[in-house]
């Protein structure tokens, strides 16, 4: 073979590397690296990104101005961006009402008007009547940034505890408004995370959660000691008494329950997201009474339902992966009496309202919904529209009514007034959306993962869908933490259906659509389980031709932003485009940052030799590899996100980047003062929709219809 002389293979070669560097002219920012390297049980591996997990240095504020930048710039050349932001706009512009509930004979709700960018607050002594606003979190913050993380009202209907949240932080501030007066007492409790509030039954304060105030950075810093306090109201926060704590145990996490009849604190305690627990309790009769250990074996999950004296009623899975209900006397702790016995669908909740449990079940991933008086006899069913998800249910044992909101992929929600006593539902509040439900369809498939196991998928299109392999289709997975992806209404959904979009939710493993088997199928050394029923979902869609590779896009947030990352290394060759988002990206240091240690109930710990070797096969931040033509990826992520540090997308899509062999962008949009999601103000909301609907138009090539 001829020989090139070394100064034409020296240029030839940095040409090559330039050309590596910068695919399809994408002049990628240069990130801070260092010469980092972890061994893990003898695996030496290397972090070069380690400096992008101080995201307030410098080099990294530089690295994400630089890639704002580069992928605004990406996102502005798309001509069809100001139609979607339009198109956005006016579907989010209607009337959103949260569930009413009654307390002291007053009604309490919350409602937005369209575009406000938080929900508000509202009270009124008849449904729907005159109601009056009780708290307006929009006026809280010039950007809409201050967000309503949790409320309750006292018994007599006086007083309301609520929480605040700022930047779309899990930290929380919590205060105390006069009902009738509107006005603020000086009540101010801060340092408060993974909490409500739970007011004791004569209104002298509630109980609450919380950390010792962190000495740490408040968004890398891990979170342990949890603690349950009581607030004296009119009291200083220091004063608080300290109810429970642990600190054998520095993961447990608390929350507390006053009963309905004022008798009993149920204490609620957890490891993490491990859907297991334990249930203590105390009798408030007597101050110094001391705190019972009822169920201390995390052997199941108990979600307590109420309580009839001494004899408490549970939603369970123990010895019935699927949920029954249970009551269990107090003074014979030891003996389990079973009411409602397991059903072929999983029980998902359990409402105890006017003498009847309400029974929220799902079959295939929708709601159906059973009434059982409390011996547990069968008392009837609530009759839903369709394929839906039904939520709310919500009252007292005395009440005669309850009220639920029910949705679809097509319906936007609706709320329903129940009478309990002629089994009737009526439409309390049903709002007008610029979008025509009857054009379009939802249908439910089933298909075959690699093992053969046999997954749930919801599909919805404009009715007359061609199947010829052209439609853009947006494929959506979460998989984990047992929740349960449930057919529900949004309007990102909506403009991408009359985009001319096919929107496809698969229902994978790990979730609690089936119970507590089919989450465990998806957690630690049998997480591959859920790739593989994603990437079978997306071969399915090929296969009957609803879609194609170059216009399937996938897409998922958090634990669904690492099964994105997951699935991308695994089959970039099957996606057109993808967007993870806010993302658990780097599998072997989760555990380090902020809430990350709680995960470790689903995913497993580096720190555990097994484990370890099955996460580092899979993390996507180690598996992107050198050289790979990967599809048009945009990484999302938020400044302010101390649930999944930022850092997990820094260090992806600085690798990605990197490793990008092919001349599909690679992008990271990187939202300020936001957090992971929860109280995002709908502005902020709508600019990122927007951004991502534009880059699947560009990536996919669509040509949108509206």
Known sequence: MKRIPQVFAILLLSLQLASAKEPGGFNYPEPPKSDQADDYHGTKVADPYRPLEDADSPASQKWIEEQNKLTFGFLESVPERKRINERLTALWNYEKYGVPYREGGRFFFTKNTGLQNQSVLYTGAELPGQPKTLLDPNTLAKDGTTALTGTDISDDGKLLAYGLAMAGS?????????????????????????????????????????????TGEQLKAANYFHKLYFHKLGTPQRDDVLIYERPDHKDWLFSGEVTEDGAYLII?????????????????????????????????????????GPVFWFRTNLNAPRGRIVAIDTGKPGEIRELVAQSEDKLEGVELVGERFIANYLKDAHSVVRLFEVTGKPAGEIALPGLGTAIGFTGKRTDKETFYNYVSYTEPPTVFRHDLKTGKSTVLFRPKVDFN????????????????????????????????????????????????????????????????????????????????????????????????????????????????????AISGRSN???????????????????????????????????IGWAWTSDYG???????????????????VESGTKYPPTMITTADHDDRVFPGHSFKYAAAMQAAQAGEAPVLIRIETRAGHGAGKPTSKVIEDTTDQLAFLVKTLGMKIVF
């Open 268 to 308: 609620n305690i957890s490891q993490g997201t491990d859907p297991k627990n334990r249930i203590f309790f105390k009798k408030l009769a007597k101050p110094d009474a001391p705190v019972v250990e009822l169920l201390n074996k995390q052997d199941a999950e108990y979600d307590f339902l109420g309580n009839n």
């Open 605 to 623: 710990s580096s720190e555990n030799p097994e484990e370890f070797q099955a996460l580092y096969k899979y993390s996507p931040l180690h598996n």
């Open 170 to 214: 899990d930290w929380q501030e919590w205060k105390v408004r006069d009902v009738e007066s509107g006005q603020d007492l000086e009540d101010d409790l801060k340092w408060i995370k993974f909490s409500g509030a739970s007011w004791k039954g004569d209104s002298s304060g509630f109980f609450y959660s919380r950390y010792d105030e962190p």
């Open 437 to 552: 439900s009857a054009e379009f369809t939802s249908e439910q498939v089933f298909y075959q993962s690699k093992d053969g196991t046999r997954v749930p998928m919801f599909l919805t299109y404009r009715k007359g869908l061609k199947k010829d392999g052209d439609n853009p289709t947006l494929l959506y997975g979460y998989g984990g933490f047992d929740n349960s992806l449930t057919p529900t209404f949004s309007p990102s959904t909506a403009a991408w259906l009359q985009m001319g979009g096919v929107y496809a939710v698969a229902n994978l493993r790990g979730g609690g659509e089936y119970g507590e088997e089919w989450h465990l199928s998806g957690t630690k050394l049998r997480k591959q389980n859920v790739f593989d029923d994603f990437i079978a979902a997306g071969e399915w869609l090929i296969a009957n031709k609803y879609t194609s590779t170059p216009k399937l």
């Open 560 to 594: 669904g932003g690492l099964l994105v990352g997951a699935v991308l290394n695994q089959r970039p060759d099957l996606f057109g485009a993808a967007l993870p988002g806010v993302g658990v990206m780097d599998m072997l240091r989760f555990q380090k940052f902020t």
